[in-house]
């Protein structure tokens, strides 16, 4: 509790005690109108004083001044019937205060949890200078410091390993639990904890640039990327305040006209007036203001604490509309690593083939030529090659001590004139010639992912209505995949533009209240992602451009994540709905039997501060997305 | 140029008048609210002195939320 709750919360014992303590003291007439008004002081002075300013400064309309009208009402009445009942315009605002400071501390409470659920930034870095470790903020860390973290401690900032191996829990940016490994060399990101190790750490970043902070950052802003719920609820309490007031004030002026002149009777303003005061203390619109914006933040706190960061609330809204998925095949799907699955009609044995392929392209980064290199398993002694010409599209001629090496696809062979053997197998296939003879052809694969196919099936679990892979590898090796994974639709042979435009038909053919997302690996897929009702990058951890490239960004490379951002996605969104539904309707009802006398103040309040309460446990659930 | 500010508001509702008002100060292009991280974003017209139309921010502000704090 922060200051001003404690004091508010003093106010409200002094006054309920004072107001217990009035009942048995028996004082009548002006002095005990005197002690309830100096009660009703204590407990409701600033909210006349803000009424009064709000007036002043032309903001007449808000709950402090339905709430001093209705008081004030309340307390007249109690004058003019000269019935000493000022219980009831005191209760009204102690019960009116009682449940503003519980609300202010639930949701001061709710967002503290939340915001602490979420912090995963590292305290202090420990910095080696000179042999001695000192510990740092991690704020004061230059780029290129030496930094060294032991076990159990958190990887202060981003860097390259320098020393020591270990493995490291990601579960802070992923959400996953199984463990990575890291040895010398390996680039190392900030927020991961080191189980078993101790590291040395070049860092490569400053600390406001470590991932750790970026991702803080982005799911700090992200509750400011309003959804079309919260604005809808913002529009609706700016005309629903002003409303109340009128109907409140029509409902003490015009029915007792109407007694009096039309229907000949007695006006009876004392009922009314009463009624109309009851109204204006039920029609406080807190219950949905507050725990709106309260589901939101928690969804997409759960959220993050899953290693799935989405950027803004709408995005959270728009994920629960998801009907169409549509994939990237290579790295999304498929581990982008390629591996040689298979060597056929070899003339020579088959290391000796690998050896010549790869000692050709060794100087190429392209993957088919790093798995090449990788599928050697001896060393790769680059002075025994010579003259390497890559040809863009085709493939690698070089010489190989002395003898004339090329390797590629078809269309080299055919630039060769040498007749090359097909293959059957389906995977990239890569010819060899030496000296212009054919000496057979390596298969090389890409492997799906073993998470793929499972993943595929919890989509359609979610209510996913088609699934789509677009690929720029070849149909045949996009077929096989998508049959492996029973995806629904299959696109193979494109280019990046191409990727574009097919996103760009499925959107065209959709349903007007259906989203699509595109999922990639957030480097080459920029304007897919872009052009889709939200892009999902996978794999993000350690990637920037990923994450500045998609709208939900899925920290560990795992497919079946997409699944669970969609459904806790749909869990945030049907609690909003609850909450909004809930609200309205009690209000709408607790309204109409207050304006038929079945309801009085206290009931009023009750009712009020109830359904904020409730509001607000609801909207805490959107946190729990375990199981998602 | 945009802004981020630490602010100190009580009720959502609050927060949303306070957007509005900031919305309507001279000088500002557009501005956010966040209640729940008690963050104001604002993002100034090209050539204003941001400190200056803070300061008018804050009043307009305190005209709907006498109680409100901005940190700037």
């Not at chain 1, 007249?76 to 005191?90: K, R």
């Not at chain 1, 902070?213 to 809808?232: D, G, H, M, Q, Y």
């Not at chain 1, 398993?377 to 002395?402: F, L, M, P, W, Y």
């Not at chain 1, 993000?540 to 990923?546: I, P, Q, T, V």
Request: hydrophobic share 45%; aromatic share 6%; glycine share 6%.
């Amino acid at each position: 509790m922060n200051k001003k709750q404690k004091l508010m919360l003093k106010r409200i014992i002094i006054a309920s005690l004072l107001l217990i303590a009035l009942q048995f003291v028996p004082i009548t007439g002006v002095l005990q109108l005197i002690c309830f008004l100096a009660i009703y002081g204590i407990i409701g002075y600033d909210i006349l004083w803000k009424s009064w300013k709000g007036i002043c400064n032309k903001q007449v309309f808000d709950e402090n001044f339905l709430m001093a009208v209705a008081t004030i009402g309340a307390f007249a009445l109690a004058i003019y019937e000269q019935s000493g009942d000022y219980n009831e315009a005191i209760a009204v605002m102690l019960f009116y205060q009682i449940g503003e400071l519980f609300q202010s501390y639930a949701v001061g409470k709710s967002r503290r949890n939340i915001t602490a659920l979420m912090d995963i930034r590292p305290d202090y870095a420990n910095i080696e200078v000179d042999g001695q470790l000192t510990k740092v903020d991690p704020y004061d860390v230059a780029v290129g410091d030496i930094i060294v973290v032991q076990p159990g401690e958190k990887v202060p900032l981003d860097g390259i390993v320098l020393d020591g191996k270990a493995s490291l829990d990601t579960s802070a940016l992923t959400g996953e639990s199984v463990p990575r490994n890291v040895v010398v060399g390996d680039e190392i990101t900030s927020g991961c904890i080191n189980i078993n190790g101790v590291l040395k750490i070049r860092t490569t970043k400053e600390f406001d640039d470590s991932t750790v902070a970026k991702i803080l950052e982005l799911v700090e802003n992200a509750t400011s990327r309003k959804s079309k719920s919260e604005n809808f609820i913002s529009k609706f309490a700016r005309v629903y305040t002003p409303f109340v007031c009128y109907s409140a004030l029509a409902l003490a002026i015009l029915p007792p006209l109407v007694n009096q002149f039309i229907w000949q009777v007695g006006a009876n303003w004392e009922i009314w007036v009463y009624r109309a005061l009851t109204f204006l203390v039920i029609s406080c619109p807190c219950a949905l203001v507050i725990s709106v914006p309260l589901s939101f933040f928690a969804g997409i706190g759960g959220a993050s604490k899953e290693g799935i960061l989405v950027k803004g609330s709408n995005y959270l809204e728009a994920l629960s509309k998801i009907k169409y998925v549509v994939f990237d095949k290579t790295g999304t799907l498929t581990h982008g690593v390629f591996q040689v699955s298979a060597v056929h009609h070899n003339t020579l044995a088959q290391e000796k083939l690998l050896e010549y392929a790869a000692l050709a392209e060794c100087a190429s980064s392209h993957p088919i030529s790093l798995s090449l290199q990788r599928a050697h398993k001896g060393e790769i002694d680059r002075n025994r090659v010579t003259d390497i010409q890559e040809i863009s599209g085709h493939g690698i001629v070089a010489k190989v001590d002395g003898k004339s090496v090329a390797v590629g696809n078809d269309k080299l062979m055919d630039q060769l004139h040498v007749a090359y053997k097909s293959c059957h197998s389906t995977g990239t296939i890569i010819h060899i010639a030496i000296n212009n003879d054919y000496a057979g052809h390596i298969v090389i694969s890409d492997v799906i992912k073993p998470q793929s196919k499972e993943a595929i099936q919890a989509l359609k679990k979610a209510g996913i209505k088609k699934t789509v892979m677009l690929t720029g590898d070849r149909d045949s090796v996009a077929q096989e995949v998508a049959h492996e994974l029973a995806i629904d639709e299959v696109h193979s042979q494109l280019l990046p533009a191409d990727k574009v435009t097919q996103v760009e038909n499925l959107l065209t053919a959709k349903e007007k209240d259906s989203n699509l997302a595109f999922v990639g690996d957030g480097i080459n897929d920029a304007p897919v992602l872009t052009r889709a009702d939200i892009g999902i990058a996978m794999g993000a951890m350690g990637s920037d451009a990923a994450i500045e490239a998609a709208d939900v960004v899925l920290m560990d490379d795992n497919p079946r994540n997409i699944a669970k951002a969609i459904n806790i996605a749909k869990k945030c969104m049907s609690i909003v709905y609850e909450n909004i539904i809930f609200a309205i309707s009690i209000k709408a009802l607790c309204l109409l039997l207050g304006a038929v006398g079945i309801a009085n103040m206290w009931f009023a309040i009750f009712a009020d501060v109830g359904v904020m309460i409730l509001a607000v446990m609801n909207a805490i659930r959107a946190l729990n997305v375990k199981n998602c | 140029m945009k802004r981020n500010y630490k602010i100190e508001v009580d009720c959502a509702n609050c927060a949303n008048l306070m957007e509005e008002a900031t919305k309507k100060t001279a000088g500002v292009a557009n501005a956010v609210v966040n209640f729940m991280t008690q963050k104001m974003i604002v993002e100034f017209e090209d050539g204003q002195d941001p400190k200056a139309v803070m300061e008018e921010v804050l009043k307009n502000c305190r005209k709907v939320e006498s109680d409100c704090e901005i940190e700037f």
